[in-house]
């Protein structure tokens, strides 16, 4: 089987590093690049060619959402939205979900939660799995 490619969208580089702790070692996937913000993210997109992008929403120069408007015409990838500010029908997730996202899964501690993998990192894993059909 050919594993999954994930891209992981977040301003702070210590998110990166926990989402990629988080995603280690499962054999169906891999994280396949990063990005800092969208614009970034759509830089990247025809290269990484992920099957699952993991999008933050607050970002400089080109947010989650704006990002979302233009990756949803370049690219088949199901894209779940991982933000602080994308809790349970909030305007942000309300916003992400008319626009394309697939599935949210809230930070639980802030922008940059350390808690992650303790929190919400099953719940994450089980998200990817089941947006990849893997579940």
Known sequence: MIKKKIMVVDDAAMMRIIVQNILRGHPDFFVAGYAENGKDALLKLPKIQPDLILLDIE?????????????????????????????????????????????????????VSYDLEEKRGSELVRVVRQQLGLA
């Open 59 to 111: 970002m400089p120069e080109m947010n989650g959402l704006e990002f979302l408007r233009h990756a949803r015409l370049k690219s088949r990838a199901k894209i779940v939205i991982l933000s602080s500010v994308a809790g349970s029908g909030s305007k942000n997730a309300v916003q992400a979900l008319s626009l394309g996202a697939d599935a949210i899964v809230t930070k639980p501690s802030g922008a």
